[in-house]
């Protein structure tokens, strides 16, 4: 009987170390296949789609830079706020903050084809730039290639008509926008342009009550200031279809729905007033 | 510290709330009880007058339109939906307003806990230590902002997607049986850096600060904007503020 009883339990043995071989094998053989297989980048979005995508990447492993909704593609979580930022420049009404403390995430490489602006067309040579003949009605003239690069001009939804391109744009840096004295700034520094006409969202901005932060919250802190065309679209800001400033967002989940209960229908029937 | 939201600029897009999940390690199961978020976003119908209804309302048939606008829904009235799912936010006819626990002065939550395991912290936040909560729900019931969870079930938490940042007070993995709440992201403002809701609001609707600092976001909002707490007349004093433009 004790003989069985050993004969079963190094059988058992035997068994469970081969089977823990095989198990190791083949995790090993599902590593290597998903180490050679390149996975697709995750690429979603921060304020605004299609013009602020962050890539997400490990900073450290296991901690990405950016955590991305599943459902709808929106950046949820930061693991380094100051991930590919630079400072942010001079800013009047900023002078007391530590340098460095004030971080932008530079659009301009964002925008592909700004590099080209300045060169290929916008030069300042050939026979209808010397000298810049610029309509006198300030009308601008239909381009489709300039229309096909940028889709928004053809129904340019700023200012109810009474403003054209180069009262931002800079008339002969094409690269660059115009602040009132016809002097380039920046398009990483966008405020001071939008600050032209909307000097009481400038305040606010500045003061940290309009638009967002990220980084810390302490008033000298360090953070990275959200400028104002990584949240509007400046060639579209008062387009119809939109509620408060905002191009429609597909929203997250809604919450779980209380036990037993099939649909939110409750909510939708009013309790009568008084 | 101090919290504003600026209820004219949220658009109802639920960021916030499942910012908030991904930071501070809520169980995220699909079985009933298994999924827990701490932010509401409360969905809200606009008002609206007509003159048809000018003579309708209570008492019925005395031609007085009472309450502004007989019997349809207008301003902050707290009646609304939760599990709001459109394809597209902010509706036209619609407005939004998060809901989280308050950080209140004077919290009842505090005051009915039976094992004193819930207090509020020397900086604003009003805690819990998980250890101690016995489950009694007593705070659920007091909370008159309906900011307060329990852990019905055992919290799913799958290992990748645990933050490992954690504050024994704050987003420590819990266990069956307790009570968890928004605590401003501890682990993260302890350390000086803005809440996870504040970092992902695409609006910026939401705003964090020192309220002793008079140069702190928050403190300027208080002194500039029109400012408002949620349910005042409980004399709770909340230190979450909402405000609008």
Redesign the interface.
């Known amino acids: 009987m004790k003989k069985i009883a050993i004969y079963t339990l190094a059988l058992a043995l035997c068994g469970g170390a081969l089977y823990t071989a095989v198990a190791m094998e083949k995790a090993k053989d599902e590593a290597a296949q998903a180490a050679a297989e390149p996975k697709e980048p995750v690429v979603c979005f921060e304020s605004r789609k299609g013009a602020t995508e962050v890539t997400q990447r490990d900073i450290k492993p296991g901690w990405p830079n950016v955590k991305c909704s599943p459902t709808t593609g929106a950046a949820l979580w930061y693991g380094d706020p100051f991930d590919g930022t630079v400072p942010m420049g001079k800013m009047p009404g900023l002078e007391n903050l530590p340098e460095g403390h004030a971080l932008v995430k530079p659009r301009s490489e964002k925008l592909a084809i700004l590099p080209m602006c300045g060169t290929a067309c916008h030069n300042g040579v050939g026979p209808s730039f010397s000298p810049p003949t610029l309509p006198k009605d300030k009308k601008p003239t239909a381009i489709p290639t300039m229309e096909s690069l940028v889709p928004d001009l053809k129904d340019l939804q700023h200012g109810r008509g009474r403003i054209w391109c180069l009262d931002c744009h800079h008339t002969t840096k094409r690269d660059k926008l115009v602040d009132h004295f016809g002097d380039p700034i920046s398009f990483d520094q966008p405020q001071l342009l939008c600050g032209k006409c909307h000097g009481d969202k400038l305040r606010d901005w500045r003061d940290g009550i309009h638009g967002k932060r990220i980084g810390e919250f302490a008033s000298n802190g360090k953070k990275r200031w959200f400028t104002c065309t990584e949240c509007h679209n400046p060639h579209n800001v008062q387009d119809g279809e939109r509620n408060r400033g905002f191009v429609q967002l597909q929203p997250e989940p809604p919450p779980q729905l209380p036990n037993g209960m099939k649909d939110a229908s409750h909510e939708l029937v009013h309790p009568v007033a008084h | 510290m101090g919290y504003a939201l600026n209820i004219?600029?949220c658009?109802?897009?639920?960021?916030c709330?499942?910012?908030c999940v991904?930071?501070n390690n809520q169980s995220r199961g699909t079985r009933?009880?298994?999924?827990i978020?701490w932010i509401?976003v409360l969905r809200m119908e606009r008002g609206m007058f007509e003159t048809e209804k000018l003579d309708h309302?209570?008492p019925e048939g005395l031609g007085i339109q009472?309450?502004g606008n007989a019997?349809t829904?207008a301003g902050q009235v707290l009646?609304?939906?939760?599990?709001?799912?459109?394809?597209?936010?902010?509706?036209?006819d619609a407005t939004y307003m998060p809901i989280a626990c308050m950080q209140c002065e004077k919290p009842p939550c505090v005051k009915v806990c039976p094992v004193r395991t819930t207090y509020r912290e020397g900086d604003g936040p009003v805690v819990i230590d998980y250890n101690w909560c016995i489950g009694c729900r007593m705070c659920m019931g007091a909370c008159p902002y309906w900011a307060r969870r329990i852990n019905v079930t055992t919290p799913v938490l799958p290992k990748?997607e645990m933050n490992?940042v954690t504050h024994y007070l704050g987003n420590r993995p819990r266990m069956r049986g307790v009570v968890e709440k928004c605590h401003w992201c501890l682990q993260r403002?302890r350390q000086?850096?803005?809440p996870?809701c504040?970092?992902?609001?695409?609006?910026?609707a939401r705003?964090?600060?020192?309220l002793l600092?008079p140069?702190?976001?928050v403190s300027?909002?208080l002194e500039?904007?029109n400012v408002f707490r949620l349910k005042a007349e409980l004399n709770t004093f909340p230190k979450f503020f909402y405000f609008y433009?």
């Open positions: 004219r600029k658009i109802g897009c639920r960021r709330v499942h910012a991904a930071e009933p009880g298994e999924k978020e509401q309302g209570y009472v309450g019997y829904p009646e609304g939906q939760f599990h709001y799912n459109p394809e597209a936010v902010p509706e036209k990748a490992p403002t000086g850096r803005y996870a504040v970092e992902v609001c695409p609006v910026g705003k964090f600060g020192n600092d140069e702190s976001e300027k909002i500039r904007k433009d």
